[in-house]
Structure formats: C-alpha cells, structure tokens
C-alpha cells in the first residue's frame, strides 16, 4: 500500500505563504494522480488542486486558481502544494491524496493543519 505524510502546514498570517509537502513511501506514486482536499470545521472536504501523473493536467478550484500551485516529483516520490496569498478562509486541515487512473482517491495522508490569521 501507499503511505502519504503531509507536512509544512502552520499558522500565517493574511497574505502569507506555506509550502506543504506530500511524501509517499511503500509504492512510487509515479504513476498516480495525486490531489490536494481540505477540510475546514463544519465544511465539507473539498479538492483544491490536482494534478496527474506525468504533471500535464492540473487543476484547482476557483477559490484558490491563482494563489496556489500544485507540483510534483516523481524522483522524490513527493508532490508539493505552494499557497501563496493566503486568506482565513483557507484555514483547514489539508490533505493529499493518491490514485490510479481508474479508481477513486485510494490513499490517503493524515493532514496538515494550516491556520491563516487575519
């Protein structure tokens, strides 16, 4: 099986930056999508970024297009989500997730808390 850790979440304050990094280990995830969710209290879990195994096709919703950026390295076995401008309402547990072409998200880390102070 896939392992994910997240790590590099934080407190900041409005207009700041955090990098979060996704480290997978037991399988090189070379060959997975990989997608970024977060969770705030009282919301439901939402993608933010996305990003295919070759890194061609990425995308992210509305709310973050243009503050963040998604990256991967499949020599690290790692991908990598930089958020720039951030806002309190980006204040979430952030968590990356794994999978093949044809299933759903399959693996999944532990999350990262990430605290934007206005």
């Known amino acids: 099986q896939v392992q994910l850790v997240e790590s590099g979440g934080g407190l900041v304050q409005a207009g700041g930056s955090l990098k979060l990094t996704c480290a997978a280990s037991?399988?090189?995830?070379?060959?997975?999508?990989v997608a970024w969710f977060r969770q705030a209290p009282g919301k439901e879990r939402e993608a933010v970024a996305r990003i295919n195994w070759s890194g061609i096709n990425i995308g992210y919703t509305d709310s973050v297009k243009g503050r963040f950026t998604i990256s991967r390295d499949n020599a690290k076995n790692t991908v990598y989500l930089q958020m720039n401008s951030l806002k309190p309402e980006d204040t979430a547990v952030y968590y990356c997730a794994a999978k093949v072409t044809t299933t759903d998200y399959e693996y999944w880390g532990q999350g990262t808390q990430v605290t934007v102070s206005s």
């Open positions: 037991g399988r090189t995830i070379s060959s997975y999508g």
